[in-house]
């Protein structure tokens, strides 16, 4: 049994994602889906909340509207894993190490697990992600992406998605991150589906990534210094990129340059880099 959570603003995707379901989660699988009209009423963690808070039964679904599943009798697999008290979440896509500083979870290679496609309406292209190592069926995992996560209602209720993120962005990193602390997160690839929006990384994005990993309080067991050199450019260059201004940029590097995490040689190197865009950085846009 599974209650399927939606934050809802597009009836169309909503009633072909209803209609798909029905259609693919397998038969006389007992299942709700608890629709959560949400035009930009409330943030995505409140609507995710009241939705758990409705949900009958003991699995939740988190989900976008705009997917489709392709694979049959998906709810039972997904029930099965659940089963696992050690199992915190379950989603399609994540990544088993996160870096000191706020990024995404596809950046690190090897260390990124997806089962899930995207396609453009506009190209008409579709474009599949599968990056998997794992021929058991889940591969273990901290942070998830939030298209698809899932968990028993017991482990919400510890947790719950944290209202103090206001907007559509975050939620993710956060809620997995915060569960990880107490239960094992994994990413299945038993269950694909297509999603008809790739993201966009914008401005609004960033800043809720950046609040997500101050909230989550981040404690690392194992540092390697080369990601965390990776992952301090990436911040720093997104930053740049998605225009900030100088004042921010620089504040939020010397918030998340760490030597314990970065290592003598790589603080240096990310030292330079705090100097290179003092230099090379408007002081406005």
Not at 142 to 167: E, H, P
Not at 249 to 278: E, M, T, V
Request: aromatic share 16%.
């Amino acid at each position: 049994m599974l209650s399927i959570i939606v934050s809802s603003y597009q009836k169309d995707y909503f009633d072909q994602f209803s209609e798909n379901v029905n259609l693919t989660i397998g038969e006389n699988f007992v299942y709700e889906i608890i629709q959560i009209w949400n035009p930009g009423a409330m943030g995505i963690c409140e609507a995710y909340n009241k939705g758990a808070e409705q949900a009958k039964y003991d699995n939740l679904l988190f989900v976008h509207e705009d997917i489709f599943f392709e694979t049959e009798n998906w709810g039972k697999i997904l029930c099965n894993y659940l089963r696992e008290d050690k199992t915190g979440c379950l989603g399609i896509a994540g990544a088993n190490y996160v870096p000191y500083t706020p990024s995404p979870w596809w950046i690190i290679e090897n260390y990124r697990f997806s089962h899930l496609s995207h396609y453009n309406a506009n190209t008409k292209k579709r474009f599949d992600y599968i990056f998997t190592t794992n021929n058991t069926g889940l591969q273990e995992c901290k942070l998830l992406d939030g298209v698809f996560i899932a968990c028993r209602k017991d482990v919400w209720g510890k947790v719950k998605f944290n209202q103090t993120l206001k907007g559509f962005h975050g939620y993710d990193i956060l809620f997995s991150l915060v569960v990880s602390k107490n239960y094992q997160n994994f990413v299945t690839n038993q269950i694909l589906l297509v999603h008809y929006s790739a993201g966009s990384l914008t401005k609004e994005w960033l800043k809720n990534v950046i609040l997500a990993y101050k909230l989550a309080d981040i404690r690392h067991l194992n540092i390697d210094k080369k990601i965390e050199l990776i992952a301090f450019k990436y911040f720093a260059n997104q930053l740049r990129y998605l225009i900030f201004d100088k004042k921010e940029i620089i504040q939020y590097l010397k918030d998340f340059i760490s030597f314990k995490h970065l290592g003598l040689i790589n603080w240096l190197k990310a030292k330079r880099k705090i100097q290179y865009i003092k230099k090379n950085t408007k002081d406005e846009y």
